[in-house]
């Protein structure tokens, strides 16, 4: 009954933040005749679906509320005021003012698809990754480990080449040359954060050097 309860009221949550995600769409666009704008809305409330039924209630905890002794708050609102531009540029572009919206058919594809590869990776990143918080620390309290499961056997930041798959082609999927521009702030931060993130945890994360030798790759394989 509890775990039944537990699913449930994770569903009503995705469903809440779905409807209140279709809401801002049409408030800003204002017209419900645009597939592309409303193709980007259904990946994006989708691929947050598994991590929403599966997410570690602790991590789900320090996520929203992060435990003392971050050293970098500021990102994670930078982030989310960079990306939230993006989609009222882009909703206002394809749906009131029309000003940069002829993005070509093939373009539009390739956004959905790196929509969704991007925030798959990152849901699969949370998933075995319970220290996968949104901000940089070392999280003693609650046992803070190194992991080399699933994407991490590969990639030291596997979450972080997620959100720079997955942010900048927002404006793509819905159609707005214009929104590129805060989608491309989005990719900076992500790149600071990861250097960010990846010089603090070989400073002060027991083991992470070793981890770092065996695993040399920060985002992108042979690359960086």
């Known amino acids: 009954m509890a775990l039944g309860w537990s699913v449930g009221a994770r569903l009503l949550r995705w469903l809440i933040s779905t409807g209140i995600t279709v809401a801002v769409f049409y408030a800003l666009a204002g017209r419900w005749d645009l597939p592309w704008l409303w193709a980007t809305a259904v990946v994006a409330s989708l691929v947050t ?24 708050r500021v990102t994670r609102v930078i982030m989310t005021a960079a990306a939230g531009t ?31 590869g991007g925030f798959g990776l990152v849901t699969w990143s949370a998933a075995v990754n319970r220290f996968f918080s949104s ?15 699933g994407p991490y056997r590969y990639l030291r930041h596997p ?4 959100m720079l798959l997955g942010y900048p082609v927002i404006a793509l999927a819905i159609g707005s040359w214009w929104a590129l521009i805060p989608g491309a702030l989005c990719v900076l931060i992500v790149l600071r954060r990861t250097m960010l993130e990846d010089a603090y945890l070989l400073e002060h994360l027991p083991g992470y050097r070793e981890y770092a030798a065996a695993v040399p790759s920060r985002l992108i394989p042979g690359v960086w």
Request: proline share 7%.
């Open 159 to 162: 979450g972080y080449l997620g």
């Open 49 to 72: 679906l598994p991590l929403t039924l599966t997410i570690d209630p602790d991590l789900a905890r320090e996520r929203r509320r992060p435990g003392p002794g971050a050293v970098d």
């Open 86 to 116: 993006q989609v009222v540029i882009a909703c206002l572009d394809v749906g009131r003012f029309h000003w940069s919206d002829r993005i070509p058919r093939a373009l539009h594809i390739v956004g959905l698809v790196l929509l969704a």
């Open 135 to 149: 901000v940089v620390r070392i999280q003693s309290e609650r046992g803070h480990a190194i992991v080399t499961t």
